[in-house]
């Protein structure tokens, strides 16, 4: 089965601690940078309420919804707390040559 | 119809701040939170003590007045820890949100779902945190000086929730898998005040009573009530703009003190995840985007008490902030 990888971003675009969104074919990612520097990638939805994740804020391995609070660890996709219930989806992520790849699908 | 908790978020204005800004702003420690609790808890002790050893005087009454209203303000930090932005560590958050929580006669979980649907539908059709929706009802705006709305409403929900019983309105905010911690949190709110009564009926004296559940009738009027009523009353319903739904106020340390920064509360619901005591530093940030803040609380009641009036004759009346010009040819 083959998977797609889309170029979401340069790997300088973000700062560790931090989360960009990618918009892919009417889907929503977010890419996010831990403090170690290591890149992530998980829905760009909070579960509760659609908000953005892109707006969120990374501490430590959450990412927390901009709206609600709701927190996420974004390594699992696990839902850390009410009002986020349901977990995100997660996606597999290389950097080559500065540039952060996650595989959709 | 109203909203329910699954209804897609509205659009939301939001105001520019700079990534960066805006990540300095997010950023949180324990150590801050608690000192800023640890100074309310010693606050509201020396009162209590205080009122205890005025007991059978003249003074007795101000000073358990004064521990009320400090009580009242409890609702502060409880409100700040729904959002679990005070503290860095979640543990220490939830341990402190139960604890104060039903310190205040609030059942923990339903209140945070509560106040998540706030934050969706903030003086959309639904949004029960308004206390006063419009048009503004004069007797309950004095009644609710003697917290007659809080104690029908939120004890009464939690003693339906231990009882297993889930009626449409909580259905529309709580989602189900939340509902078994609810009614678990019900019963021990349930409990602690069980124990406070049994403590008076074995102690034969009124006094947990009074430090506690009667606090909250002849302190909240006067402290958190009156504060907190300028949040949202008078103003729009019906906008996806807090600028127009919400105010801010300046005030002295004192009140910010004890209203943990919630003065600059269109700041909080345009960017909730900013943890209270940087509050002061997004409202510099943004001010250029925002309406004027009020003054203090007075000149917010001022203003309240006039559409209140006003309202009586015209219902569809409501205060209109005004933007700043950019803001205005933006929209």
């Known amino acids: 089965m083959s998977t797609d990888w889309i170029d979401a971003c340069a ?95 | 119809m109203s909203q329910a908790a699954t209804a897609d978020l509205p659009a939301w204005h939001r105001c520019e701040i700079d990534r960066k800004a805006f990540k300095a702003l997010t ?30 005087t003249g003074w007795a009454v101000p000073a358990f007045l004064a521990y009320g209203i400090v009580h009242s303000f409890l609702e502060s930090p409880v409100h700040e820890m729904h959002h679990g932005t005070p503290f860095r560590s979640r543990r220490l958050n939830e341990a402190l949100h139960t604890v104060l929580a039903y310190a205040i006669m609030k059942e923990p979980v339903y209140d945070r779902w509560a106040h998540t649907f706030h934050h969706s539908f903030t003086a959309l059709d639904g949004d029960e945190e308004i206390e006063l929706p419009r048009p503004t009802s004069l007797r309950q705006m004095v009644v609710n000086f003697l917290s007659w709305d809080f104690l029908t409403t939120h004890p009464v929900i939690a003693v339906r929730h231990a009882l297993g019983r889930i009626d449409a309105r909580t259905r529309r905010i709580v989602p189900e898998s939340e509902h078994r911690r609810m009614v678990w949190s019900s019963r021990g709110f349930v409990a602690v005040y069980a124990a406070i009564g049994l403590w008076c009926v074995l102690g034969q004296t009124w006094l947990p009573l009074v430090y506690t559940l009667l606090a909250r009738v002849f302190g909240r009027g006067l402290g958190m009530y009156f504060v907190g009523l300028t949040q949202h009353a008078g103003l729009a319903d019906g906008v996806l703009d807090h600028r127009l739904n919400t105010r801010t106020f300046l005030s002295n340390r004192l009140v910010r003190f004890l209203y943990w920064n919630m003065n600059y509360h269109v700041e909080h619901h345009m960017f909730p995840q900013v943890p209270f005591h940087a509050l002061p530093r997004l409202h510099a940030e943004l001010k250029d985007q925002m309406p004027p803040p009020y003054p203090g609380v007075l000149a917010c009641w001022k203003e309240m008490a006039a ?22 040819a933006a929209e």
């Open chain 2, 307 to 328: 559409v209140a009036w006003r309202q009586q004759r015209e219902p569809e009346y409501v205060v209109r902030r005004p933007l700043p010009d950019a803001a205005v």
């Open chain 1, 11 to 105: 790997a300088d675009d973000l700062e560790p601690e931090d989360v960009v969104g990618v918009r892919h074919a009417d889907r929503h990612y977010a890419v996010i940078r831990d403090a170690e520097g290591a890149f992530w990638a998980v829905d760009g939805l909070c579960t509760h309420q659609r908000a953005p994740l892109a707006r969120g804020v990374v501490l430590d391995d959450v990412i927390e919804c901009p709206v609600h609070n709701g927190r996420f660890d974004f390594r699992t996709g696990a839902a850390k707390g009410a009002p986020a219930c349901e977990p995100l989806a997660t996606y597999p992520v290389r950097v080559e040559a500065g540039r952060v790849w996650i595989a959709v699908g």
């Open chain 2, 27 to 56: 950023r949180r420690d324990d150590r801050t939170a608690l000192l800023w609790l640890a100074g309310h808890l010693a606050l509201l002790a020396g009162l209590g003590v205080l009122a205890g050893v005025a007991l059978g």
